[in-house]
């Protein structure tokens, strides 16, 4: 979870068209090479990815959000973008941008290109043989968008922590951030700090639908803005998102100022009137600052801008 100054990891919808369209241009091709340009990326030594080389691409699948290519002799690159990982689809061959390039993996018809926009080199590239070494990298949560209602409970109620943390904890829920938390929150009408043990079943039951259609929504509308093409950036900070990345805008369904909690470099964004019955959630920092001062409502909000 990051500020809205900068970006988000990549979740569900991003990753998994990202495969759809990674599965439609390498799937049966050899991966011809790996160019690295920064020693950071590669984080194993065995299998060394020489090996890699000239392998056919049997399969591309996500996994939490890795992006995982399936070679043959039982080999698996595992890709994770990070916060600032990107990966574009270029002509054959194409050259590594200088700043931000991390690698480029060649194929047949074209190069896929990873670059990094940040100084602080998160993204990472494993090489693990085996399906067993492969599963290491499964953080264990549950994939929402095809989970039951009963499934879902047992996860989200497991440990008790704010319904934020708990949408974007890996271990727990399998694909969602900093963003689709957000969206999914706002859409099921819930505060991001309410804990997950104090849900009734009609909240888990409601919350749990709305995982579902916020996930399925926006693979959907990727898919539809991609069409033939590649991903040119994920979709956080979208126009069309209700609340992510929206402070101070308008809430699409009740026109009040969307709200923010800031920690440090993490950022949520809610909408105090759909979410919380009008009430400012305390942002930590400025709350110390101002500490009596500061605002318990949208109405004391709104007295203090006008004044």
């Not at 991390?102 to 190069?111: H, I, Q, T």
């Not at 859409?187 to 579902?212: D, N, T, Y």
């Amino acid at each position: 979870m990051v500020s809205a100054t900068l970006v988000d990891v990549p979740e569900f919808p991003d990753i998994e068209v990202y495969v759809e369209c990674l599965d439609a241009r390498v799937v049966g091709a050899p991966l011809e090479s790996v160019r690295l340009k920064s020693p950071f990326l590669l984080r194993t030594a065995e299998p060394p990815l020489s090996e890699c080389h000239g392998k056919q691409v049997l399969g591309v699948r996500r996994l939490g959000k890795r992006i995982v290519l399936q070679l043959e002799d039982d080999l698996f690159l595992v890709l994770h973008l990070m916060i600032a990982g990107r990966i574009r689809w270029k002509k054959r061959g194409a050259a590594i941008p200088g700043k931000m390039g991390l690698a480029a993996f060649d194929f047949p018809d074209g190069s896929l290109v990873l670059t990094e926009a940040s100084s602080h080199k998160r993204a990472s590239l494993h090489v693990e043989r085996g399906e067993a070494a492969l599963q290491q990298h499964d953080r264990g949560g549950l994939e929402v968008h095809d989970a039951t209602l009963e499934a879902f409970t047992e996860a989200v109620t497991r440990e008790n922590h704010t319904l934020k943390r708990t949408l974007a904890d890996p271990r727990l829920l399998s694909g969602i951030g900093n963003a689709y938390s957000d969206e999914i929150l706002h859409a099921a009408r819930l505060s991001p700090i309410k804990l997950s043990q104090k849900l009734s079943p009609e909240e888990i039951a409601r919350l749990h639908g709305c995982c579902k259609e916020v996930l399925l929504r926006w693979r959907s509308r990727l898919r539809d803005e991609v069409g033939d093409g590649f991903p040119d950036k994920v979709t956080a900070f979208h126009d069309a998102m209700a609340v992510h990345g929206r402070y101070g805008k308008p809430c699409p369904d009740c026109d009040d100022p969307v709200q923010r909690i800031v920690y440090a470099k993490n950022e949520t964004n809610y909408c105090a009137t759909c979410q919380t019955g009008g009430r400012l959630l305390a942002d930590r920092s400025m709350s110390k600052l101002l500490k009596k001062d500061w605002p318990r409502t949208l109405t004391e909000l709104d007295e203090r801008m006008s004044r």
